[in-house]
Nanobody
C-alpha cells in the first residue's frame, strides 16, 4: 500500500509564508510526477505545482513567483514553499503522485488526505 501524508498547513496572515511537505510511504521503487493541488468548497481541484521524475516543474500562473516546489527523490518527498500568501490562496492543499511503482504493483492517481491553509487578510 502507498500513502501520501501532507503536513505544514495552518493559519497565516496575508503576506506570510508556509511550507508544506508530502512524504510517500510504502515499498516504493519509483514515483513519476508529484504535485500539489488545492481546492475550495464549490470549486474544482486545481493544480498548484508539479515536479516530474526528470525534474521539470510546472506552476499555476496564480502562484508563479510566490510559490516554489522542490523534491527529495531519495526520501520520496515533495515540498511547497509558499510566500507572499494572499487570502485567495486559502484552500485545502492536496499532494498527488500520478504513478507510483512498487515491488508488487503500480498505483495511479494517489492522493494525500489534504492539509488546510488559511490566509487571513
Amino acid at each position: 500500500q502507498v500513502q501520501l501524508v501532507e503536513s505544514g498547513g495552518g493559519l497565516v496572515q496575508a503576506g506570510g509564508s508556509l511550507r508544506l511537505s508530502c512524504a510517500a510511504s510504502g515499498s516504493i521503487f519509483s514515483i513519476n510526477t508529484m504535485g500539489w493541488y488545492r481546492q475550495v468548497p464549490g470549486k474544482l481541484r486545481e493544480l498548484v505545482a508539479a515536479i516530474t521524475g526528470g525534474g521539470t516543474i510546472t506552476y499555476a500562473d496564480s502562484v508563479k513567483g510566490r510559490f516554489t516546489s522542490s523534491r527529495d527523490y531519495a526520501r520520496n518527498t515533495v515540498y511547497l514553499q509558499m510566500s507572499d500568501l494572499k487570502a485567495e490562496d486559502t484552500a485545502v492543499y492536496y499532494c498527488n503522485a500520478d504513478r507510483v511503482d512498487t515491488k508488487l504493483r503500480t498505483y495511479r492517481g494517489v492522493w494525500g488526505q489534504g492539509t488546510l491553509v488559511t490566509v487571513s487578510s
